[in-house]
């Protein structure tokens, strides 16, 4: 038995699986478990892979340790999306950070991670009852609380893939949410899909969010589970520079897969996709 996730073109991700767990549909879209063969645990969302319990911290860790390294006081950072728990345990391993918010459309991908995906530690249930002191659970719609929230450090966007129903996180209105919503300095960023895969859609959020921040930077990073080499975008408000992190601090964090003290190798783009990205 096999989960095949289709990209375009023809290109498809797939995982070999003992069963399936699990299939339901929410309000918002169909979420299922799947047991793999060498990676744990699946979570699909309409066909999409979210993540594999073996290996998610490859998208967690680069998703959000350089923003909170760049930035020089993330006290107040915000998670839109992010249903999995996976970025939320992640933020809150910074001892900087006072105060997270995490907004999330769909509360059943929230309990059915919470039951059987668990990489989230028994932070989501501490969530769904309030009982978290440094960490709000906001059960709406992201684009909505962005536009009446003000204040942030750090803006995280989890979302599904840049097409479909996640387009709006990647619109020029919503960046200029965000930035209203952004102290200065302030730091916004987001996964922007397959390098080679959603190059369009990629270059397109680029070339919008330049428009709107201050400074705009792209990275990489290969995530298993995804089509990668997978994109990143970030983008800044005020003069901080993304490109310098914090690492006497990293050193308290023991990450896995994202080397703060490598960091510049983040930014290693294949050439035909850098320099369209610089013409822009």
Known sequence: MEFIEWYPKGYGVAFKVK?????KRSEYQKIEIYETEGFGRLLAIDGTVQ????????????????????????????????????????????KKVKEAIMVEI????????????????????????NECKRAKLIIGDGVKF??????????????????????????????????????????YVTQAGSVYLFTDELTGAYKRMKKVFDRVYYY?????????????????KG????????????????LEYYDPKNHETLFQMPKYIREELQRL
Not at 19 to 23: A, D, P, T, V
Not at 112 to 125: K, M, Q, T, V
Not at 223 to 236: E, Q, R, T
């Open 19 to 23: 069963r399936k767990i699990l299939e």
């Open 51 to 94: 993540l594999v319990t073996k290996g998610e911290k490859s998208y967690h860790e680069p998703l959000v340790h350089p923003a909170l390294l760049a930035h020089p006081n993330p006290e107040k950072v915000l998670v839109i999306g992010g249903g999995d728990g996976g970025t939320i345990r992640e933020v809150l391993r910074h």
């Open 146 to 187: 962005l536009k009446e929230n003000k204040g942030f450090d750090v803006i995280i966007v989890d979302s599904t893939d840049p097409v479909g129903p996640a387009e709006m996180l990647f619109s020029e209105e919503f960046y200029r949410d965000a930035y209203e919503a952004l102290k200065n300095p302030g730091i």
């Open 106 to 129: 769909d509360k059943m991908v929230i309990e059915i991670a919470s039951e059987f995906i668990g990489i989230d530690e028994g932070l989501l249930r501490k969530m769904l009852k």
């Open 220 to 236: 990489s990073f290969p995530v298993i589970g995804y089509a990668s080499p997978w994109a990143f975008l970030v983008g800044v």
């Open 239 to 254: 003069e901080l520079d993304f490109k310098k992190i914090d690492v006497k601090r990293a050193e308290q964090l023991k």
